[in-house]
């Protein structure tokens, strides 16, 4: 069964950090793209930032310079260290990832996989 899952939110006061993992599980024969996304009350879901296998990075222009992503292929994980939080950081952060896996048929199958997704709340 292939599964992403988060953790690692929670409730911060504006100027505080969270670090935010998702680990990938299942029978993976290779994890491609991965990015982290948010959805706030009422916005659309927005691509926060994302990873290539080979560590190239792109950040949306909101959380350049105060949220690192990072992978560690090895462990099948990603991370988003998030520094100087503000309130508006605050929603529900999913993890994505471009995955090839092996079914239960042994046939390489590539998909789209989502996580379900950690509370982040920026208050006072």
């Known amino acids: 069964q292939l599964q992403l899952v988060e953790s690692g939110g929670g409730l911060v006061p504006p100027g505080g950090s969270l670090r935010l993992t998702c680990a990938a599980s299942?029978?993976?024969?290779?994890?491609?793209?991965m990015g982290w996304y948010r959805q706030a009350p009422g916005k659309e879901r927005e691509l926060v930032a994302s990873?290539?296998?080979?560590?190239?990075?792109n950040y949306a222009d909101s959380v350049k310079g105060r949220f690192t992503i990072s992978r560690d292929n090895n462990k099948k994980t990603m991370y988003l260290q998030m520094n100087s939080l503000k309130p508006e950081d605050t929603a529900v952060y999913y993890c994505?990832?471009?995955?090839?896996?092996?079914?239960?048929?042994?046939?390489?199958?590539?998909?789209?996989?989502w996580g379900q997704g950690t509370q982040v709340t920026v208050s006072s």
């Open positions: 994505h990832a471009d995955v090839v896996y092996l079914n239960y048929v042994s046939e390489y199958v590539a998909m789209k996989s």
């Open positions: 990873i290539s296998s080979g560590h190239d990075s």
């Open positions: 299942g029978n993976i024969v290779r994890l491609d793209d």
